[in-house]
């Protein structure tokens, strides 16, 4: 994984936590819990009304927060918006209850965010390439990025992990 650090948002010993992983054999080094939340899920929200992108997103936001249900990644565009956040604590179907009143729901269980951090290292130019050859053959949920500071987040299955990392660590040349 030449130039690039990898960590994964995902369950571990049955909580949600942050791991480093290593550069040579993608097993985690290091594990930080995030939340008492079981798993993570990831939802997609795709609005019902005629309501501008900015207030449909609010209002998403604002039922999240009126749960306190953790975010851990987040994509949004116009008329739609998605999210990984947590489940564990029986809110996630009161959230999914509100939420369908202004929008179509769906979820998926058993995610994982494989977060991709450059290197100083990292030619810019090479990274966007080694990133699309990446995400060519892997199956993505959601792409959610810092503009401007090397980060990229991935949204995937948990069964799909493994590949991902390997799949990464070939197309980023170790």
């Not at 699309?132 to 792409?143: H, Q």
Request: charged content about 30%.
């Amino acid at each position: 994984m030449k130039g690039y650090k990898l960590k994964s948002v995902g369950v571990y010993d049955g909580k949600v936590c942050m791991a480093a992983l290593d550069d040579k054999s993608g097993k985690p080094v290091s594990i930080q819990e995030l939340s008492t939340c079981k798993e993570l899920v990831y939802m997609r929200l795709r609005t019902l009304e005629a309501v501008a992108s900015f207030r449909f997103l609010e209002r998403a936001l604002g039922v999240l927060s009126r749960y306190d249900m953790p975010v851990y990644a987040m994509a949004s565009s116009a008329g739609s918006f998605s999210v990984v956040t947590g489940e564990g604590n029986g809110g996630l179907e009161k959230v999914c209850r509100e939420l369908s009143s202004f929008a179509e729901v769906v979820l998926e269980h058993e995610v994982e965010v494989i977060c991709v951090q450059e290197g100083p290292e990292t030619d810019e130019r090479e990274a966007d390439k080694n990133l699309v050859a990446l995400l060519k053959d892997i199956p993505v949920l959601m792409v959610s990025s810092e503009e401007e500071a090397g980060n990229v987040a991935l949204t995937v299955r948990r069964k799909d992990r493994e590949k991902v990392i390997r799949l990464f660590q070939s197309t980023g040349g170790q």
